[in-house]
């Protein structure tokens, strides 16, 4: 007999469903203001000891474009291999996704641009060549969702309904996403397992980040049950 149990932990940052014999958990663990530094110090406690067999890492945006929380892309490679060698060091599989393209127009409002000596999009560019190139050395599995946006021709300054604008939502963001924008990065995630045959290989997944995977500005912000990529890929695996 099939049946379907769902079960809301930590104030739905968890959702475990029960199909049949098998059950698929899933965790929201996106925190507002991560770079990279933040994540190798909450590794233990958000990552490892929960042992996943697939994490799904974006992360980037802050050490890039949060000037108060620069680095250099040495130093953000350096990390990022470090958070992904401890990973597979507990026999998981790590899933790395480059963020989305941002509005300069409205970035720049918030950060003084005269510190930036790249734009801030060819930042991520430079993001996302990392990302490929770590995935590539540690064997992890890579989506870039820059090269989507990009494509999409995104953002579209105060035009599109994909990243928080003032038409859209009345606020001069340009980083934050909008739910459909946030159903994109899921679909993404998920076409890349499907493509893969591997929609049915992990059970327990993380997604771990800043505020991107945490979504900010979207309902349900931090949870499995609301308008954020993690909810969204909760729901498409749900229906595989």
Same mark, same amino acid.
């Given at each position: 007999?099939?049946?379907?149990?769902?079960?809301?932990?930590?104030?739905?940052? %968890?959702?475990?469903?029960?199909?049949?014999?098998?059950?698929?958990?899933?965790?929201?663990?996106?925190?507002?203001?991560? &770079?990279?530094?933040?994540?190798?110090?909450?590794?233990?406690?958000?990552?490892?000891?929960?042992?996943?067999?697939?994490? @799904?890492?974006?992360?980037?945006?802050?050490?890039?474009?949060?000037?108060? +929380?620069?680095?250099?892309? $040495?130093?953000?490679?350096?990390?990022?291999?470090? @958070?992904?060698?401890?990973?597979?060091?507990?026999?998981?599989?790590?899933?790395?996704? %480059? !963020?989305?393209?941002?509005?300069?127009?409205?970035?720049?409002?918030?950060?003084?641009?005269?510190?930036? %000596?790249?734009? /801030?999009?060819?930042?991520?560019? +430079?993001?996302?060549?990392?990302? $490929?190139?770590?995935?590539?050395?540690?064997?992890?599995?890579?989506?870039?969702?820059?090269?989507?946006?990009?494509?999409?021709?995104? /953002?579209?300054?105060?035009?599109?309904?994909?990243?928080?604008?003032?038409?859209?939502?009345?606020?001069?963001?340009?980083?934050?996403?909008? !739910?459909?924008?946030?159903?994109?990065?899921? $679909?993404?995630?998920?076409?890349?397992?499907?493509?893969?045959?591997?929609?049915?290989?992990?059970?327990?997944?993380?997604?771990?980040?800043?505020?991107?995977?945490?979504? &900010?500005?979207? &309902?349900?912000?931090?949870?499995?049950?609301?308008?954020?990529?993690? &909810?969204?890929?909760?729901?498409?695996?749900?229906?595989?």
């Amino acid at each position: 007999m099939i049946f379907t149990l769902f079960i809301c932990l930590t104030a739905c940052k %968890t959702a475990l469903v029960k199909k049949g014999e098998v059950t698929l958990v899933v965790e929201n663990n996106g925190v507002a203001g991560n &770079s990279t530094a933040n994540l190798l110090r909450r590794l233990e406690s958000d990552v490892l000891s929960e042992k996943p067999d697939l994490v @799904i890492i974006m992360v980037g945006t802050n050490d890039m474009l949060n000037s108060k +929380k620069f680095v250099s892309y $040495e130093n953000y490679h350096e990390n990022l291999s470090s @958070i992904v060698e401890n990973i597979k060091n507990i026999d998981a599989q790590v899933l790395l996704m %480059t !963020p989305p393209r941002v509005d300069s127009l409205y970035l720049f409002k918030r950060h003084d641009k005269a510190l930036f %000596t790249d734009t /801030p999009n060819v930042k991520l560019q +430079k993001v996302k060549q990392i990302m $490929e190139d770590v995935a590539k050395e540690y064997d992890a599995f890579f989506v870039d969702n820059y090269s989507v946006f990009k494509a999409k021709g995104l /953002p579209q300054h105060n035009q599109d309904n994909y990243i928080r604008n003032l038409k859209n939502s009345n606020k001069e963001d340009g980083v934050h996403l909008k !739910p459909i924008g946030y159903k994109l990065i899921a $679909e993404n995630v998920f076409d890349y397992l499907k493509t893969n045959n591997l929609l049915d290989k992990y059970k327990h997944i993380i997604c771990f980040g800043d505020s991107l995977t945490k979504g &900010s500005g979207a &309902s349900g912000a931090g949870t499995i049950t609301g308008e954020n990529y993690p &909810s969204f890929l909760y729901r498409m695996l749900l229906k595989n």
